[in-house]
């Protein structure tokens, strides 16, 4: 985990050996965040395609500053490999630039997929209710983008469901939406293995993007700007979740 800077709090999660970090609430301005968490698979087996991974980090990260409530989201980004490691904690998008991710996400070690899922999903979830327990409104999306199934988890399958339909049946944020990413994946069945793992835990949607190539990252551009909108335009009027489209 980075150093934490004065704006930042540091928080714990119960039953995981990781944490999160997170703006100091009296350094917010606004009354209600969209908060957007972002899990990248760091393994070794990413090392041949890092900068595609690097490059859907930025696009993610473009399509969310050119949001309408930009100024109503904040980001968190992870990595995954044998550990789960945090690149930056929550913080204001507008803090956030694209071309910050290039080169920050060396690769080595296996995929804690399972680990770094789970963190994002609890990070998203802990740092909300911290928000609403302060009078404040909150809602989150979740983006998990990897190349490959899990091979080093502590925490299993079962934990990141849970995880989930807690967070859901809590009714503390207005709405969550989880999306898995497949990026770089050349062999069907591990498409089909992600396949079953996005729908087992109760993920919200699965993108096969193939390629990070022109093509592809502009359709996850308008994918994550369509979703970021809807999901920040119902914050604040009781509407929950809403369904994913690509």
Aim: charged share 20%; hydrophobic share 40%.
């Amino acid at each position: 985990m980075p150093l934490l800077n004065d704006e930042l709090n540091r928080f714990e999660i119960d039953g995981t050996g990781y944490g999160f970090s997170g703006t100091r609430l009296e350094t917010l301005g606004a009354s209600e965040y969209t908060l957007v968490g972002l899990s990248v698979d760091t393994s070794s087996s990413v090392a041949s395609h890092r900068e595609q991974i690097e490059a859907c980090v930025g696009q993610i990260v473009d399509a969310c500053r050119w949001a309408p409530r930009a100024d109503n989201l904040m980001l968190r980004l992870t990595r995954f490999d044998t550990v789960v490691s945090e690149v930056h904690g929550f913080k204001p998008l507008m803090e956030c630039s694209p071309g910050d991710y290039r080169g920050s996400l060396p690769c080595s070690g296996m995929t804690a997929l399972f680990d770094g899922a789970l963190n994002a999903i609890e990070a998203v979830a802990r740092y909300g209710e911290t928000l609403v327990n302060h009078g404040l409104t909150a809602n989150g999306i979740v983006f998990v983008i990897t190349d490959g199934g899990d091979n080093h988890s502590s925490m299993g399958l079962q934990s990141v469901r849970a995880a989930i339909d807690r967070v859901r049946g809590s009714e503390t944020l207005e709405g969550l939406l989880t999306v898995l990413i497949a990026v770089g994946v050349t062999h069907g069945d591990t498409v089909q293995r992600l396949q079953d793992f996005s729908r087992s835990v109760g993920f919200d949607g699965f993108v096969d993007l193939g390629s990070a190539d022109v093509n592809t990252l502009a359709g996850l551009s308008q994918f994550v700007s369509r979703h970021i909108n809807l999901q920040s335009r119902v914050l604040g009027a009781g509407g929950g979740s809403i369904s994913l489209t690509f």
